[in-house]
T-cell receptor, first 113, second 109 residues
Framework: NAGVTQTPKFQVLKTGQSMTLQCAQDMNHNSMYWYRQDPGMGLRLIYYSASEGTTDKGEVPNGYNVSRLNKREFSLRLESAAPSQTSVYFC????????????FGEGSRLTVL | AQRVTQPEKLLSVFKGAPVELKCNYSYSGSPELFWYVQYSRQRLQLLLRHISRESIKGFTADLNKGETSFHLKKPFAQEEDSAMYYCAPRETNAGKSTFGDGTTLTVKP
């Protein structure tokens, strides 16, 4: 049972380059989330998707776009990477109601030079 | 705005000592309260949630609505409890969770 899978695990970009982080879950969850984790700042919500076909901004959406491709997949795109986007990115999912427990991916470490 | 405060970034105790990780929140409505844990080289995972009133790995958390606190406690810390702990209230209607800055717990032998 894979749970939540993120790719890539590591990426180094130059300022101005673009990239997409991929996330997939196999738990039939309705809701999916993208967080970033910075030292001393906990996890901050970038975007979320409460259900297939909907996306909403979180706390720190600037510089990012998302796509809820289908119920399983939720991608995060950086159109023009900046050094301030150097972080560890976590994808998570839950059933949206129910217990509310979040299930996390292993994280993607992104460095922007 | 929803706010979660974990006042201790670092907490160090000796094995067998009691440990308390503090969490205070400022939230509209009645949020659901969760604690998540991240062990070294593992993914973030749920430790416990208030609504189920359970004790996991010896940890408990008491919700104090008057003080808007949800402190995590364990009477006798173990070395394997060393990890990063996050308090995370969740909006009941919208379903979003807000995370505190986290507390790194180190349990020394």
């Amino acid at each position: 049972n894979a749970g939540v899978t993120q790719t890539p695990k590591f990426q180094v970009l130059k300022t101005g380059q673009s990239m997409t982080l991929q996330c997939a879950q196999d738990m039939n969850h309705n809701s999916m989330y993208w967080y970033r984790q910075d030292p001393g700042m906990g996890l901050r919500l970038i975007y979320y998707s409460a259900s297939e076909g909907t996306t909403d901004k979180g706390e720190v959406p600037n510089g990012y776009n998302v796509s809820r491709l289908n119920k399983r997949e939720f991608s995060l795109r950086l159109e023009s990477a900046a050094p301030s986007q150097t972080s560890v990115y976590f994808c998570a999912s839950n059933d949206g109601g129910g217990t509310g427990e979040l299930f996390f991916g292993e994280g993607s470490r992104l460095t922007v030079l | 705005a929803q706010r979660v405060t974990q006042p201790e970034k670092l907490l160090s105790v000796f094995k067998g000592a009691p440990v308390e990780l503090k969490c205070n929140y400022s939230y509209s409505g009645s949020p659901e309260l969760f604690w998540y844990v991240q062990y070294s080289r593992q993914r973030l995972q749920l430790l416990l949630r208030h609504i189920s009133r359970e004790s996991i790995k010896g940890f408990t958390a008491d919700l104090n609505k008057g003080e808007t606190s949800f402190h995590l406690k364990k009477p006798f810390a173990q070395e394997e409890d060393s990890a990063m702990y996050y308090c995370a209230p969740r909006e009941t209607n919208a379903g979003k969770s807000t995370f505190g800055d986290g507390t790194t717990l180190t349990v020394k032998p």
